[in-house]
């Protein structure tokens, strides 16, 4: 499947490209079992990833390749088992004291905290789940938008910062035009129900 998607966009290196990221994917996903063969949901999950939403897919592999050599990283085959998900306890993280989702992917679910991961399924069934199917559900289209917005969101947030008299911390502006108020974002924690209760700098919070 990741070949011929990858020849619908380009020519043969592209298809080799996607077919072998595909492939690793696979690879993993067959090892660790974590689709569920005997749901829609799990069908769907396997060829999204493998097709619609192979640039999210990539990432993935890359943040899973990068967990097996982090020390500590600490895959979750418990809570990843025809989850339609891989799993990390800890690991690669963009933020310290945040999970970081690639794909199907998901790094840093424990975040530090000390706390069991059980006390953290409402983060990673409703927010870091979501992120998952949301690439499958918009594929290319969900990485892309998630740059630009991290773009222009610093952006605005470094002019709003500028031209106020009374400046609260540029990084927490720019933390929440960035991060906080992608619509992605925004949906997640909605999900989750911490929108109205997460940090984000209430400058730039959306309402």
Same mark, same amino acid.
């Given at each position: 499947?990741?070949?011929?998607?990858?020849?619908?966009?380009?020519?043969?290196?592209?298809?080799?490209?996607?077919?072998?990221?595909? +492939? #690793?994917?696979?690879?993993? *996903?067959? @090892?660790?079992?974590?689709?569920?063969?005997? !749901?829609? =949901? $799990?069908?769907?999950?396997?060829?999204?990833?493998?097709?619609?939403?192979?640039?999210?897919?990539?990432?993935?592999?890359?943040?899973?390749?990068?967990?097996?050599?982090?020390?500590?990283?600490?895959?979750?085959?418990?809570?990843?088992?025809?989850?339609?998900?891989?799993?990390?306890?800890? +690991? #690669?993280?963009?933020?310290? *004291?945040? @999970?970081?989702?690639?794909?199907?992917?998901? !790094?840093? =679910? $424990?975040?530090?905290?000390?706390?069991?991961?059980?006390?953290?399924?409402?983060?990673?069934?409703?927010?870091?789940?979501?992120?998952?199917?949301?690439?499958?559900?918009?594929?290319?289209?969900?990485?892309?938008?998630?740059?630009?917005?991290?773009?222009?969101?610093?952006?605005?947030?470094?002019?709003?910062?500028?031209?106020?008299?009374?400046?609260?911390?540029?990084?927490?502006?720019?933390?929440? =035009?960035?991060?906080?108020?992608?619509?992605?974002?925004?949906?997640?924690?909605?999900?989750?129900?911490?929108?109205?209760?997460?940090?984000?700098?209430?400058?730039?919070?959306?309402?």
């Amino acid at each position: 499947m990741g070949w011929f998607t990858g020849s619908m966009v380009g020519g043969r290196p592209v298809a080799l490209a996607a077919g072998i990221t595909a +492939g #690793v994917n696979g690879a993993f *996903g067959g @090892a660790r079992r974590v689709y569920a063969w005997r !749901s829609v =949901a $799990g069908w769907y999950a396997f060829v999204s990833d493998s097709t619609w939403a192979l640039l999210g897919t990539t990432l993935g592999n890359i943040l899973n390749m990068l967990n097996l050599a982090w020390r500590n990283a600490a895959y979750r085959g418990d809570f990843s088992l025809r989850r339609n998900r891989h799993l990390f306890e800890n +690991g #690669v993280a963009l933020q310290r *004291g945040f @999970a970081f989702t690639l794909g199907c992917v998901t !790094s840093n =679910a $424990g975040t530090r905290s000390g706390r069991p991961l059980e006390e953290r399924l409402e983060l990673i069934d409703l927010h870091e789940d979501l992120h998952i199917w949301q690439n499958r559900w918009f594929g290319p289209i969900y990485p892309a938008m998630y740059v630009a917005w991290a773009t222009g969101g610093t952006v605005v947030a470094v002019i709003t910062w500028l031209v106020r008299r009374e400046r609260p911390s540029l990084r927490a502006m720019i933390r929440t =035009a960035a991060y906080y108020d992608n619509p992605f974002e925004y949906w997640a924690y909605k999900a989750q129900g911490h929108w109205e209760d997460n940090s984000a700098d209430p400058t730039l919070k959306w309402g």
